[in-house]
Each structure stands twice: as structure tokens, then as C-alpha cells.
């Protein structure tokens, strides 16, 4: 490990988890072209940020588009490379990508199933956690514009995080009778990674209290 930690003391095992569509990139039902995928404002400064924040910033999202027959499993990780370079001149960076191709009921079996990792179905955290030694997914963060993201959270004790980019206006219309109430609602990405900066120094206080 480096120096490079050295403003968070290491037992901060955080991540912050962020949906695609919708909270990083547009969202325009299905993306099927790379030439759909533009950054939202404020999208490339903010996971900079976060990447300065020495903070993993993992991607989980949901493609059943895959299931749907719209498009293939490469197709996604050509979108999530084009993604990279779309940050690239932000000095922003992804650390990872996960994503649930399933749907319980649309399309063919391999894809047409039941899974563990549909969100909200906590799987892709789990992978994720898998994947990364000592990740604590009590310390962390899931950003999205979905019910579907919030419940995630709270199925694994992290923070949600509402955006009202995407489908964030009507999820936040619909999260009081959803008793879905998320740990901040912000207006995009920029925002919620504030509110994520602010609560890391409080997580910390409070882990060295103990
Ligand atoms: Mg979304
Ligand atoms: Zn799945």
C-alpha cells in the first residue's frame, strides 16, 4: 500500500457503489449505441473526487437488455470502456464494473432467470466485496436514481444515495409511500459526492472514538 492513504486512516474500508444510466450517463431506455452514451453535467469533476478521496468507485448495474435480446454482454463492456475514456480528460477513473444481465421474465434461459444479482437483489455488492479484500459495505455508498438502488442499500446496511437525474424526480415522488428514504437526496452526482466527502470525515471520527 502507499502513502497515498494517508488523509483516511486505513481502516476506512468504504466503497462507493454507482449505478450507470440515469446517475453517471443519461438515461435513454436501453442503451444500445455507444454514441447514446454521453456523461451527465458535473458527472466527470465529481467521480475525479471521489477518485482523489483515495474512495473505490465500482459501477453495479442492472442490463437486462441482455436477457431482452437488445444487445450482448460485449456490448456492455465496449459501453463501459467508451464510459472510461468519456472520464479520461476529468482525470476521473471507474475502478470496476458489474452488471446483472439477467431478467426473471423476458427473453431466453441463459439470461432469463431468477438471479442473486438483479438489484435490488444485493449480488453485484457481494461480487464486489468478493473481489476486493476488506471492503465494508457498512462503510459504504450507493448512489442511484431508483428505488431499485436505495433498497440495495438498505438490504447491506449502506448509505443511500438519492440522484434526480434519470428516473431520480419520480423515484424521489414515489420513496415516501416506498418507505425508501434515502440518506441524502441530491440534485446530481456532484452533490451526492459532497454529501459522500462530508459523511467520510464523520465515519472516520467516528471509528477513531472507538
Ligand atoms: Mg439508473
Ligand atoms: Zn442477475
Given at each position: 500500500m502507499s502513502g497515498r492513504r494517508e488523509n483516511f486512516p486505513a481502516r476506512f474500508r468504504g466503497a462507493v457503489f454507482l449505478d450507470r444510466?440515469?446517475?453517471?450517463?443519461?438515461?435513454?431506455?436501453?442503451?444500445?449505441?455507444?454514441?447514446?452514451l454521453r456523461l451527465l453535467d458535473g458527472a466527470g469533476p465529481a467521480i475525479a473526487r471521489l477518485n482523489r478521496l483515495k474512495l473505490p468507485v465500482i459501477v453495479v448495474s442492472n442490463q437486462s437488455g441482455i436477457a431482452r435480446g437488445y444487445f450482448d454482454e460485449e456490448f456492455v463492456r465496449r459501453s463501459h470502456r467508451r464510459l472510461q475514456e468519456l472520464l479520461r480528460p476529468y482525470g476521473a477513473r471507474i475502478d470496476d464494473f458489474f452488471f446483472c444481465p439477467h431478467h426473471?421474465?423476458?427473453?431466453?434461459p441463459p439470461y432469463r432467470r431468477v438471479c442473486?444479482?438483479?438489484?435490488?437483489?444485493?449480488g453485484l455488492l457481494l461480487q464486489a466485496a468478493a473481489a476486493r479484500h476488506g471492503l465494508d459495505l457498512e462503510k459504504s455508498f450507493v448512489v442511484g436514481d431508483k428505488a431499485c438502488d436505495l433498497e440495495l442499500a438498505a438490504r447491506v446496511g449502506a448509505r443511500g444515495i438519492l440522484v434526480l437525474t434519470g428516473y431520480g424526480a419520480e423515484t424521489a415522488a414515489a420513496a415516501a409511500k416506498n418507505h425508501l428514504a434515502p440518506a441524502f437526496t441530491g440534485p446530481g452526482l456532484a452533490e451526492a459526492v459532497a454529501w459522500i466527502s462530508s459523511e467520510m470525515a464523520e465515519i472516520n471520527r467516528e471509528s477513531q472514538r472507538r
Amino acid at each position: 500500500m502507499s502513502g497515498r492513504r494517508e488523509n483516511f486512516p486505513a481502516r476506512f474500508r468504504g466503497a462507493v457503489f454507482l449505478d450507470r444510466d440515469g446517475t453517471i450517463i443519461e438515461e435513454v431506455n436501453y442503451l444500445s449505441r455507444l454514441d447514446q452514451l454521453r456523461l451527465l453535467d458535473g458527472a466527470g469533476p465529481a467521480i475525479a473526487r471521489l477518485n482523489r478521496l483515495k474512495l473505490p468507485v465500482i459501477v453495479v448495474s442492472n442490463q437486462s437488455g441482455i436477457a431482452r435480446g437488445y444487445f450482448d454482454e460485449e456490448f456492455v463492456r465496449r459501453s463501459h470502456r467508451r464510459l472510461q475514456e468519456l472520464l479520461r480528460p476529468y482525470g476521473a477513473r471507474i475502478d470496476d464494473f458489474f452488471f446483472c444481465p439477467h431478467h426473471p421474465d423476458h427473453g431466453q434461459p441463459p439470461y432469463r432467470r431468477v438471479c442473486d444479482c438483479r438489484k435490488p437483489a444485493p449480488g453485484l455488492l457481494l461480487q464486489a466485496a468478493a473481489a476486493r479484500h476488506g471492503l465494508d459495505l457498512e462503510k459504504s455508498f450507493v448512489v442511484g436514481d431508483k428505488a431499485c438502488d436505495l433498497e440495495l442499500a438498505a438490504r447491506v446496511g449502506a448509505r443511500g444515495i438519492l440522484v434526480l437525474t434519470g428516473y431520480g424526480a419520480e423515484t424521489a415522488a414515489a420513496a415516501a409511500k416506498n418507505h425508501l428514504a434515502p440518506a441524502f437526496t441530491g440534485p446530481g452526482l456532484a452533490e451526492a459526492v459532497a454529501w459522500i466527502s462530508s459523511e467520510m470525515a464523520e465515519i472516520n471520527r467516528e471509528s477513531q472514538r472507538r
